[in-house]
C-alpha cells in the first residue's frame, strides 16, 4: 500500500490520527473521529490551532471554555449544505459530546495565538460552483485566504459529481516562492456515494521523484506531501473530500502542469 494512502483504524473513535510526525512532514495534522450519540471526544490543542468540521451528525462543542451549544444540521454529507465548523486556538481545549451520529474532523496546522474560538459557518458559507464540463464541482471554501480566520489552516470541502474530475488540471503548490507559489503540505478525507464506491487520486513530480496513484475509498485519507494531485470520480459514484492545507504562510498559490495547463487557459480564457 502507498504511504500516501491512509485507510481507516476500525469504524467508530478515532479511526485516523495522521500528525505531522506521522506524515513526514512539518504543518498540518488530520484527526477523524465517528461517534454514536452519548460519545464523547475531547482534546488539547498545545501548540497548534483546529478547525473541527461536522462532516456529518450533531454534537454539542465546547472549546476556549466557552459552550457553543449543539452544532451541525447535515445528516449526509452529500446533502452539499454549509458545514457547521469551529476554530480552537493554540494554548486551548475541546470537547464533543454527540447527540446524533456523527462525523467530527479535526483539521490542525501550527498556531500563533491571533485568533479567538469562534463559529465558522454555516451561515457565511455558501456553495460555488467551479469549471466547466466534466471539470465541474461545487466548493464550501470553510477557511480560504480570504478569510482572516486562522494562523495556518486552510480548510475546504469539494463535491465531485460522478463521471468528473476535480483538483484538476493538475496543479502543485511545492515551493516557497510567494507570490509565484506557495509551499502547502494537504491531506484529503474521501467519502463516496453509494459508499460502497472508489475513485481515483495520482500525486507525482514532474522529474518523476514521485508518481503514485491511488484508488480511495469511503473514509480513506491521501496525503499530497508535493506534487500535483487530480482526483476522479468514476461514473456511478459521486465523490466528496475535505481539504487541509497548512505551510509557511497563509496564502494559496499553486501551478498548473505544464503539459496540461491548455485546458485552465481555455476554459478560462
Aim: glycine share 10%; charged share 25%; proline share 7%.
Amino acid at each position: 500500500m502507498s504511504n500516501l494512502l491512509r485507510k481507516p483504524n476500525g469504524t467508530s473513535g478515532k479511526v485516523h490520527d495522521i500528525t505531522p510526525e506521522a506524515a513526514n512532514w512539518g504543518y498540518v495534522g488530520f484527526g477523524l473521529y465517528r461517534l454514536s450519540a452519548g460519545d464523547m471526544a475531547a482534546e488539547a490543542t498545545g501548540d497548534r490551532e483546529v478547525i473541527l468540521v461536522l462532516v456529518e451528525g450533531k454534537a454539542r462543542i465546547t472549546a476556549s471554555g466557552q459552550d457553543f451549544g449543539e452544532m451541525g444540521d447535515r445528516m449526509s454529507v452529500f446533502e452539499r449544505t454549509p458545514p457547521h465548523c469551529l476554530y480552537v486556538p493554540n494554548g486551548s481545549d475541546w470537547q464533543a459530546v454527540a447527540t446524533s451520529d456523527c462525523t467530527l474532523a479535526v483539521c490542525s496546522a501550527p498556531g500563533k495565538g491571533n485568533h479567538a474560538a469562534a463559529r465558522l459557518g454555516p451561515d457565511d458559507i455558501t456553495l460555488e460552483e467551479r469549471g466547466k464540463g466534466t471539470n465541474m464541482r461545487y466548493i464550501n471554501n470553510i477557511a480560504m485566504e480570504a478569510r482572516d480566520v486562522a494562523d495556518s489552516l486552510l480548510v475546504t470541502e469539494v463535491f465531485t459529481p460522478s463521471g468528473h474530475w476535480s483538483s484538476y488540471p493538475p496543479h502543485r503548490h511545492d515551493e516557497d516562492d510567494f507570490p509565484n507559489m506557495t509551499y502547502l503540505e494537504e491531506t484529503y478525507y474521501h467519502r463516496l456515494n453509494p459508499p460502497q464506491g472508489y475513485a481515483h487520486q495520482r500525486v507525482w513530480t514532474e522529474d518523476g521523484s514521485l508518481d503514485e496513484t491511488m484508488s480511495v475509498s469511503d473514509h480513506d485519507v491521501t496525503l499530497v506531501p508535493r506534487g500535483h494531485h487530480p482526483c476522479g470520480a468514476p461514473y456511478g459514484y459521486d465523490l466528496y473530500y475535505l481539504n487541509v492545507m497548512a505551510g509557511p504562510i497563509r496564502k494559496w498559490r499553486f501551478k498548473n502542469h505544464p503539459d496540461h495547463d491548455w485546458i485552465f487557459q481555455r476554459d478560462n480564457g
